[in-house]
């Protein structure tokens, strides 16, 4: 069995961001020359996602209004806040949306239906954050 | 290290349906004759979902009007819809309950606790779609 | 490849109780001599949820009005009660918190970020229950 790791760091202009991350995660792979696995990709901050959907910039907009109105910003609403942090809501968001997603490597790709895209999803950004990937296999 | 891939078809009479794969997931488990590992089942497209519950009709119609409330077929709400989509929602939805499912594999088994099913969630349906099970181990 | 299964069990004094599990995944992972390959750890019961976050009391807290306001108790309102259960909410909020968490294992140890922590999510508690530990690599 092979396994082979990669940190992506990241630092986003904005508070909130989705980054399509595929085209890395590929690139990981291919390094790895695994060809028969499992593929590992997660947020190692607990106010960020790894998560697959579709590269379409309405639906973008379509989970930030909805996730807005699922976790509000509203600073005073939660008790995490009190602990000098405004994030609590970032925290919430990135449980609805998950932490990772585990990829099938078949043949040395990616195993992936027709519009699957894998997403970094930050939440509470503008400072330096890593996405660990992690793929084991032949 | 053996891995074993299986595609699983689908084409649902109704629009939204949750369906047990469990039978077929144990089938090709059997197949790949791996008895230590793990097994990866995850939807293909990206409104439709895998996961793990309970085999009850009462709580499927739970889930469905539990899911409605929270992310409504409404189709002028969402951006995504401006492409000539109407399946922001079912994007949402899937969201909510998941793209994939790991699970243990022991003595040639899923290692389930007692009510553990896996579904497929469709929440777009009427066409073709694919679920992906990858199982690696030895 | 080496496989590792592993145990535990829960029988909480609350319905609802939020536990911090990492120290005995550590120890877990510690036993199966694994140096580099997925650590799958699961709820085995439909009405729990492992998942990684903060352990910050005030962020718990948050958490449970949060899915309380999600999938609220209420019994009459859902058609899964009428089985006799009355802990269709528990399902629900399992949902959002998700069943499993996939971890890397590197240098022998749980791949992690500063603040991820592992927890137990229990949502109908007061009854016995399990969480599957399962490592596999080399």
């Known amino acids: 069995m092979k396994s082979y790791s990669k940190y992506l760091w990241f630092n986003t202009k904005n508070k909130q961001e989705l980054i399509n991350i595929t085209p890395e995660v590929e690139k990981v792979l291919r390094e790895s020359q695994i060809k028969e696995g499992l ?7 607990i106010t960020a996602s790894v998560f697959i959907n579709d590269d379409e910039q309405g ?12 976790a ?9 806040n009190l602990t000098g942090e405004n994030n609590a ?8 949306m998950g932490r990772e ?4 490597v078949t043949e040395g790709k ?3 239906g027709p519009w699957e895209q894998i997403f970094y999803g930050e ?8 996405v660990l990937i992690k793929i084991i296999g032949e």
């Open 39 to 45: 593929c590992l990709v997660n947020a190692m901050h």
């Open 59 to 70: 639906l973008h907009q379509d989970f930030d209004l909805w996730l807005e109105n699922l």
């Open 72 to 80: 509000p910003h509203k600073k005073d609403r939660y008790k995490h």
């Open 89 to 96: 809501h970032a925290h919430l968001k990135r449980t609805i």
């Open 101 to 104: 997603v585990v990829v099938a």
């Open 110 to 112: 990616l195993d992936f």
């Open 123 to 130: 939440f509470d950004g503008q400072r330096r954050k890593r």
